[in-house]
């Protein structure tokens, strides 16, 4: 097989700072061993998350010295809203900051105390923004996610089954809407099918139930349905993602993951009553309807991203340089999770480290010795974000997976830095005996993961 190339390179570079083992101890000692709370700086390869890291292209930068930077009406705003709306299809679209925002927004603007809403799963900001305005939020992941081992091509799919029988004990007037996340980040950066959405959207249309998506990571599961989908093989990933925004009746993204932002968010709807009241939620939270606390600049790089988000070049690059990255660590023995998705790697804490048991955070305490190891940065998505305790503060109830993520930032990284990392975490696993396993010092009652502290066990 020939050389894999990024298509695309470099004009502009930043350094990276090296640093020893002995620097690492004492950065992660004073950071209470969460690598979130680490400065940049320390960290060699951060892969901490892929939202709001892409670089930009010449395209994004030449839109955004031209942008214009009126209060209300700008030019910027109208170029967004059109590539927006000849993608997604809605008769509304509001700009927002970024995608917490948007969640944020919806959440006071429809829901009322006392809804349910159904997802595949909810990623942790919508949850809790959900949750705030007093609805009961519940996933329905088909039972395959919840299996690292499954090679189920479409792990993000809503359990169909349940979600029907859900609506009819919850009592269809009480379900505000049902919510699809693209791809599924909680359970693995999995996709979600055509033909999931589809029977997704029948079932909702038949008991009338809005049908939303969280479409942060849109292209990345348009062109993953192309790769695996019968129906789209022959679909451009732009008519396979225009396929899937259709069978919706709104979408919320953040657009700092596939959008190809720094900053950045969106809802696109049909319905013209939530639009106003959302609107109205707009002008007190975020900023004015043609901007939503974005810069012009902002909205003209998204503009470009839109386009560019669906280039299968860059897509096929993406997809083929991450899948690369998991058959190197499972080549070299890591507990990697199938198949892989796009923007991420997940690693099997508890498979990783068989010696800590849960309360001892086995993907967390992973992330720090990875990175105390080669300072190469990770997230948990397990134990410390997922975990529950009980009302009383006693029993945990722990999350089906306890998982590492290696999210790779967007036109970022080269395949070296890439293969760096699994080096590392091979490395690492060939002595895994010696991860310490890490107990909570402070953990706030929710998004632990971002201001939890820690200290060896
Ligand atoms: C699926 C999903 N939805 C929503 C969000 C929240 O977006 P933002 O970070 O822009 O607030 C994220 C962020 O990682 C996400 O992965």
């Given at each position: 097989m020939k050389t894999m190339i990024e298509p695309y390179r470099s004009r502009v570079v930043e350094?990276?700072?090296?640093?020893?083992?002995?620097?690492?101890?004492?950065?992660?000692?004073?950071?209470?061993?969460?690598?979130f709370l680490l400065k940049a700086e320390q960290v060699i390869i951060d892969f901490v998350t892929d939202s709001g890291t892409s670089a930009l292209s010449t395209r994004q930068w030449s839109g955004m010295l031209g942008a214009d930077e009126s209060f209300t009406g700008s030019r910027s705003f109208y170029r967004f809203r059109e590539a927006a709306q000849s993608l997604l299809g809605h008769r509304h679209i509001i700009p927002c900051h970024q995608g917490r925002a948007a969640e944020h927004l919806i959440a006071h603007a429809v829901i009322k105390p006392g809804d349910v809403i159904f997802s595949n799963?909810?990623?942790?900001?919508?949850?809790?923004?959900?949750?705030?305005?007093?609805?009961?939020?519940?996933?329905?992941?088909?039972?395959?996610?919840?299996d690292p081992a499954s090679p189920h091509p479409f792990k993000g799919n809503i359990d169909l089954n349940r979600l029907e029988g859900s609506i009819r004990e919850a009592g269809p007037e009480h379900v505000r809407f049902v919510v699809i996340t693209v791809t599924d980040n909680s359970h693995g950066g999995q996709p979600v099918s055509l033909a999931n959405l589809r029977a997704a959207q029948e079932i909702c249309r038949r008991h009338g139930i809005p049908l939303l998506l969280d479409a942060a990571r849109f292209a990345e599961n348009a062109y993953l349905i192309k790769l695996r989908e019968e129906e789209a093989r022959r679909m451009t990933a732009r008519?396979?993602?225009?396929?899937?925004?259709?069978?919706?009746?709104?979408?919320?993204?953040?657009l700092k993951k596939d959008g190809l932002g720094n900053t950045g968010g969106l809802i696109s709807i049909n319905s013209d009553e939530w639009a106003e009241k959302i609107r109205i939620r707009l002008l007190v939270s975020e900023g004015v309807t043609t901007a939503g606390g974005l810069a012009g600049r902002d909205l003209e790089s998204l503009a470009v991203a839109f386009d560019e988000a669906l280039d299968e070049n860059y897509l096929a690059y993406r997809i083929a340089s991450t899948c690369a990255l998991g058959e190197q660590l499972a080549a070299g023995g890591v507990p990697v999770l199938r198949p892989f998705g796009a923007h991420a790697i997940y690693v099997d804490g508890r498979a990783f480290c068989p010696h800590l048991p849960d309360e001892q955070l086995?993907?967390?305490?992973?992330?720090v010795a990875l990175y105390v190891h080669g300072?190469?940065?990770?997230?948990?998505?397990?134990?410390?974000?997922?975990?529950?305790?009980?009302?009383?503060?006693?029993?945990?109830?722990?999350?089906?997976?306890?998982?590492?993520?290696?999210?790779?930032?967007?036109?970022?990284?080269?395949?070296?830095?890439?293969?760096?990392?699994?080096?590392?975490?091979?490395?690492?696993?060939?002595?895994?005996?010696?991860?310490?396993?890490?107990?909570?010092?402070?953990?706030?009652?929710?998004?632990?993961?971002?201001?939890?502290?820690?200290?060896?066990v």
């Open positions: 350094p990276i700072h090296m640093t020893t083992r002995e620097q690492r101890e004492e950065f992660i000692r004073d950071a209470h061993y969460n690598p799963t909810h990623f942790a900001t919508t949850r809790e923004n959900f949750e705030e305005a007093g609805a009961v939020a519940r996933d329905l992941p088909i039972p395959e996610a919840l008519e396979v993602a225009q396929a899937m925004f259709h069978l919706t009746d709104g979408v919320f993204m953040s086995p993907a967390w305490s992973l992330s300072g190469v940065r990770s997230w948990e998505t397990g134990n410390v974000m997922m975990g529950r305790r009980d009302k009383a503060g006693g029993r945990w109830t722990w999350p089906a997976l306890d998982l590492l993520r290696l999210a790779i930032p967007r036109r970022v990284y080269s395949s070296n830095h890439l293969s760096y990392a699994a080096e590392t975490l091979i490395d690492l696993f060939e002595r895994r005996h010696e991860v310490r396993g890490l107990r909570f010092i402070y953990r706030p009652p929710v998004l632990a993961q971002f201001v939890a502290t820690f200290e060896p």
